[in-house]
Nanobody, 118 residues
Framework: QVQLVESGGGLVQPGGSLRLSCAAS????????MGWYRQAPGKQRELVAH???????NYADSVKGRFTVSRDNAKNTLYLQMNSLKPEDTAVYYCHGQHQISLALQYWGQGTQVTVSS
């Protein structure tokens, strides 16, 4: 059974930092493109960042220079370091994995809430 379990969300003041983690089980994550998405109330889910199996990264313009995605294949874990957080970063953050060859193999985590507020 495949599971992606996020952790690290919470309430933080503007300008603060959080580090999200996504622990994968049931898959060998190094064969997957791993990413973070977010969904704010009343908005569509959007890509935040993703990282390929080789370590290439891609970021949404809104988070470039503030967020850093990384992965530890030995631990089957994905991370998202979020710095200089803004109220508009408030959303539920989801971990996503997509097999790099069999693209139909995709999995989602259950999400973790990030709230940026003073």
């Amino acid at each position: 059974q495949v599971q992606l379990v996020e952790s690290g969300g919470g309430l933080v003041q503007p300008g603060g930092s959080l580090r999200l983690s996504c622990a994968a089980s049931g898959i060998i994550s190094r064969y997957y493109i791993m990413g973070w998405y977010r969904q704010a109330p009343g908005k569509q889910r959007e890509l935040v960042a993703h990282i390929s199996s080789s370590g290439s990264t891609n970021y949404a313009d809104s988070v470039k220079g503030r967020f850093t995605v990384s992965r530890d294949n030995a631990k089957n874990t994905l991370y998202l370091q979020m710095n200089s957080l803004k109220p508009e970063d408030t959303a539920v953050y989801y971990c996503h994995g997509q097999h790099q060859i069999s693209l139909a193999l995709q999995y989602w985590g259950q999400g973790t809430q990030v709230t940026v507020s003073s």
